[in-house]
């Protein structure tokens, strides 16, 4: 199985990143995890992204805050799938991080999720390697399933409560 690349800005970013780990390894997904600033080791960024693909990822997840170009610095470098997640800081909510990562020009595509959207990010990551392997699928499928129960296990609750 392929593998997911897992990249922040800062470390500062890990509590964020910690629930799309959490998400890989409840399907059994291997991963890396790697700290490359698109600012501050630009050098590091590029030759991970270049190298991504022959190291045997099959996606990269990308999250940063404030100007947030890490997922695009990222997927300029590599062909591979690239899942930016814009991290909220303390200045515009992750506004200004949220525009950054999504806002890519035509030709350098970034799948982005919510502001602090790991878990997302991770169950995209999981869906793209997914596609080319069945038994990945069929986890999603009965994750689904299971997310689809609990819900409808909670209606009926409501139902029996309020609907007379």
């Given at each position: 199985m392929k593998k997911i690349g897992i990249v922040m800005g800062s470390?500062?970013?890990?509590?964020?990143?910690?629930?799309?780990?959490?998400?890989?390894?409840?399907?059994?997904?291997?991963?890396?995890?790697?700290?490359y600033s698109a600012h501050r080791t630009p050098v590091e960024a590029k030759e991970f992204a270049q190298?991504?693909?022959?190291?045997?990822?099959?996606?990269?997840?990308?999250?940063?805050?404030?100007?947030?170009?890490?997922?695009?610095a990222i997927a300029a470098n590599t062909t591979l799938p690239v899942i930016g997640i814009p991290v909220k800081s303390s200045t515009l909510d992750g506004l200004d991080a949220l525009l950054s990562t999504v806002q890519m020009p035509g030709g350098i595509p970034v799948a982005t999720v919510a502001i602090d959207g790991a878990e997302n990010a991770a169950l995209l990551a999981i869906q793209v390697l997914g596609a080319s392997d069945?038994?990945?699928?069929?986890?999603?499928?009965?994750?689904?399933?299971?997310?689809a129960a609990k819900v409808l296990e909670k209606n009926k609750a409501v139902e029996a409560k309020y609907n007379h």
């Open positions: 470390d500062s970013d890990l509590p964020v990143l910690e629930k799309a780990m959490t998400t890989l390894d409840k399907f059994g997904v291997p991963y890396e995890v790697h700290v190298q991504a693909r022959a190291n045997g990822f099959g996606a990269i997840i990308a999250a940063a805050g404030k100007a947030a170009h890490l997922a695009g069945a038994e990945l699928a069929a986890k999603l499928d009965a994750a689904r399933a299971e997310a």
